[in-house]
């Protein structure tokens, strides 16, 4: 069982304004920008986040990368690379669940004490925004319950749907 940690919070705000260690783009393969989330990191990090990204070669899905914040509040930017909804029987929940964990550790390995994510793949990308919520609470839950030296994970959702969703799960656990 899973128990509530007071350091996982739910808001609903703009990921390009806050001023935590590091952010998570849900970002596509490529990592050189798109819409959504991705691409208002990209515009307000600065053409020197493209730069960087060019040299990464891309990114699998269920993997992540880190790059520097650049013009951002936040220090690092950790590219997550979400799947995209084919019907749940192509192993999107390991994948998201995969995207969460595998950002907890690169933070944990740049020394970010506070990460934000926003909602990964819900998007154009289309996973189920409740099922997407359950497999990020969780995963965050279980991460933290494994004594990782983080303050703070802020889920920041951009709709007051996701941000609920996100709250429904964390009530519940």
Request: glycine letters at 10%; hydrophobic letters at 45%.
């Amino acid at each position: 069982m899973i128990l509530p940690d007071a350091r996982i919070s739910v808001i609903e705000a703009d990921i390009t304004r806050l001023k935590v260690d590091a952010i998570v783009n849900a970002a596509n393969a490529s990592l050189l920008g798109g819409s959504g989330v991705d691409g208002a990191i990209h515009r307000v990090a600065g053409p020197r986040l493209l730069e960087e990204c060019r040299h990464l070669g891309g990114c699998p899905t269920g993997e992540v990368r880190v790059t520097h914040g650049f013009d951002l509040p936040a220090k690092w930017v950790i590219h997550a690379v979400g799947p995209v909804w084919r019907g749940g029987n192509h192993d999107e929940a390991g994948l998201l669940a995969s995207c969460y964990r595998n950002a907890l550790d690169l933070a944990a390995t740049v020394h970010a004490l506070t990460v934000a994510f926003p909602a990964i793949s819900t998007g154009i990308y289309g996973f189920p925004r409740d099922e997407a919520a359950a497999i990020a609470v969780t995963t965050v839950a279980d991460w933290l319950a494994g004594a990782h030296p983080l303050d703070q994970v802020i889920f920041c959702c951009f709709s007051p749907d996701s941000a609920e969703a996100h709250r429904r799960v964390l009530a519940r656990l």
